[in-house]
Antibody, heavy 122, light 109 residues
Framework: QVTLKESGPVLVKPTETLTLTCTVSGFSLSNARMGVSWIRQPPGKALEWLAH???????SYSTSLKSRLTISKDTSKSQVVLTMTNMDPVDTATYYC??????????????WGRGTLVTVSS | QSALTQPASVSGSPGQSITISCTGT?????????VSWYQQHPGKAPKLMIY???KRPSGVSNRFSGSKSGNTASLTISGLQAEDEADYYCCSYAGSSTVFGGGTKLTVL
């Protein structure tokens, strides 16, 4: 069974750095046809793509958030980590990790984790 | 990268058909056949319904179909059922990035 599960803090303070982990099972992060992304959704609002990481460790980031984001993976642990610096209350959202299918480029998200709600507040 | 444009809401009665549009630009929807559609029920994770413009994943009802014309992609749901009531998001490749639409709330009357 293929699953993705997000983990990390429920509450962070403004200006702190958020670190989220996506643990995957049922597939390998070295599979060339797949990658993992992070996507967020503020309460009551739309989905927003944050970052991709491919099996060859190629990365891409949202232009508007690029300066604050770092995505990385540990294939042996089946984990993908997202860090976001300088957190602000507007970053309060449910953060999802999702598997995507790729040939030479991203093609679509086929499986999603359940998401983790992160609240930014002092 | 600007979000794709979707209507905020659509509605239809059981058995009817509805179409949700997703308008982008020549830098995303218009340039690639890589539009996907996701269904999201309240409190749940999104679910893939259509990929690569018009393909349905295994297990998704054939009542769901996708198409594209120019810079606009569309999702059509035929034979509306109560369980189709949800939020729907389009998503497109945009050349090294990925962009979502603002979402459409479907109400089944």
């Amino acid at each position: 069974q293929v699953t993705l599960k997000e983990s990390g803090p429920v509450l962070v303070k403004p200006t702190e750095t958020l670190t989220l982990t996506c643990t995957v099972s049922g597939f390998s992060l070295s599979n060339a046809r797949m990658g993992v992304s992070w996507i967020r959704q503020p309460p009551g609002k739309a989905l927003e793509w944050l970052a991709h990481i491919f099996s060859n460790d190629e990365k891409s980031y949202s232009t508007s958030l690029k300066s604050r984001l770092t995505i990385s993976k540990d294939t042996s642990k089946s984990q993908v980590v997202l860090t976001m610096t300088n957190m602000d209350p507007v970053d309060t959202a449910t953060y999802y990790c999702a598997r995507f299918i790729t040939v030479t480029t991203w093609r679509y998200f086929d499986l999603w984790g359940r998401g983790t709600l992160v609240t930014v507040s002092s | 990268q600007s979000a794709l444009t979707q209507p905020a809401s659509v509605s239809g009665s059981p058995g009817q058909s509805i179409t949700i549009s997703c308008t982008g630009t020549s830098s995303d929807v218009g340039s690639y056949n890589l539009v996907s559609w996701y269904q999201q029920h309240p409190g749940k994770a999104p679910k893939l319904m259509i990929y690569e413009g018009s393909k349905r994943p295994s297990g998704v009802s054939n009542r769901f179909s996708g198409s594209k014309s120019g810079n606009t992609a569309s999702l059509t749901i035929s034979g509306l059922q109560a369980e189709d009531e949800a939020d729907y998001y389009c998503c497109s490749y945009a050349g090294s990035s990925t962009v979502f639409g603002g979402g459409t709330k479907l109400t089944v009357l």
